[in-house]
C-alpha cells in the first residue's frame, strides 16, 4: 500500500508536470544538462524529469515597439526629438535567446545610434521631407545588425519629428505666408478668368447682334426684291392673257384709258388725245408698250 501511493505520488510531482503542451505560435527552448538541446514547436512534448529544463519561451508573432524620442542633432546643429517603431519577428528561438542579453534593450540602442547616424547626414529641411529614406535606411540597418540574434526586422517608421519651439514657431510663420500667396494668387487668376470670359461674352454678345441684323437686312430686301418679282411677273402675265385672247376694240380702249390714269400719276403735266377717237385703242396700244418699255428699264 505504501509502495502505491509512492508511486502516486511520483507520478502527480514528477511525471505530469513533465508533459507539456506547447500552443500555436509559441516555440519553447529546451536545455539539457545546461546546454541547448532542442527548440519544441507547438503540439505535446515530454520533457525529461530533473535533466531537462526549459530556457526560454518566445513568441513567433510579430512584434511591435514604440521606442521613446530621442534626441537627434541634424547637419546644420538642429536639434531635435524623433521617436521610431520598430515591427520585428523571431525567426530563431535558438539565436534569440543565446544570442544577444537582453534582445529588446539591445534593439532599442541599436534603434538609437543609427538614428543619430542617419539625421547626422541630413539637414532639417531633408530631415522633416525624407521620412521615406530614412525608414528605408533604417530598417536594412537593423536588420542586417539583428540577423545573428535570430531576429527579422520587418519595418521602422519614423514616429515623429519634433524640432525646437522657436524653429516650429518659424516654421509656422512660413507656411502660414505661404498659405496667404497662395491664396492671393488664386484669387488674382480668378479674378483675370473671370474678366476674360465676361469679354468674351460681350464680344460673342456684340458680333451675334451684328450677325442678326445683316441677317435681318437680307431677308428684307430679299422680300422686297420677291414682292417686285410678284408683281412684274403678274403684269406680264396680265399682258401675255390679253394677247393670247386678241382683245377687241373695247378691251383696247379700257386698256388705254388705264395706261392714260398711269401717266397721269407720273411727273407729266399735259396729255395730248388724238382727235379721232377711233385712233384712241391704237393710241392705247402705244402708250402700253411705252410704259412696258418704262417699267423694263427701271
Do not use: C
Not at 138 to 158: Q, Y
Not at 251 to 258: D, F, I, M, N, Q
Amino acid at each position: 500500500m505504501d509502495i502505491l501511493l509512492a508511486i502516486i505520488v511520483i507520478v502527480l510531482v514528477v511525471v505530469i508536470p513533465s508533459i507539456k503542451i506547447v500552443p500555436q505560435a509559441k516555440s519553447y527552448v529546451i536545455e539539457r544538462l545546461g546546454s541547448y538541446y532542442k527548440t519544441w514547436g507547438n503540439g505535446l512534448h515530454f520533457k525529461v524529469p530533473f535533466i531537462d529544463r526549459i530556457a526560454n519561451v518566445t513568441s513567433m508573432k510579430e512584434i511591435v515597439k514604440d521606442f521613446a524620442p530621442q534626441p537627434v542633432i541634424t547637419s546644420d546643429n538642429v536639434t531635435m526629438q524623433i521617436d521610431t517603431v520598430v515591427y520585428f519577428q523571431i525567426t530563431n528561438p535558438n539565436l534569440y535567446t543565446y544570442g544577444v542579453e537582453n534582445p529588446i534593450s539591445a534593439i532599442e540602442n541599436l534603434t538609437a545610434t543609427t538614428l543619430r547616424n542617419i539625421i547626422g547626414e541630413l539637414e532639417l529641411d531633408q530631415t522633416l521631407t525624407s521620412r521615406d529614406i530614412i525608414n528605408t535606411k533604417m530598417r536594412a540597418i537593423l536588420d542586417e545588425a539583428t540577423d545573428p540574434w535570430g531576429i527579422k526586422v520587418n519595418r521602422v517608421e519614423v514616429k515623429n519629428i519634433l524640432p525646437p519651439r522657436d524653429i516650429q514657431e518659424a516654421m509656422e510663420k512660413q507656411m502660414r505666408a505661404e498659405r496667404e500667396r497662395r491664396e492671393k494668387i488664386l484669387q488674382a487668376e480668378g479674378e483675370k478668368k473671370s474678366s476674360i470670359l465676361i469679354a468674351e461674352g460681350e464680344k460673342e454678345s456684340a458680333i451675334l447682334r451684328a450677325e442678326a441684323h445683316r441677317e435681318s437686312k437680307i431677308r428684307m430686301a430679299e422680300g422686297e426684291a420677291e414682292a417686285l418679282l410678284k408683281i412684274k411677273q403678274a403684269e406680264a402675265e396680265g399682258i401675255k392673257l390679253l394677247k393670247e385672247a386678241k382683245a377687241d376694240t373695247s378691251v383696247l380702249t379700257l386698256k388705254s384709258y388705264e395706261a392714260l390714269s398711269k401717266v397721269a400719276e407720273g411727273s407729266a403735266t399735259k396729255i395730248i388725245i388724238p382727235s379721232n377717237m377711233e385712233g384712241i385703242a391704237t393710241f392705247g396700244t402705244v402708250l402700253n408698250e411705252m410704259l412696258d418699255k418704262k417699267d423694263s428699264k427701271k
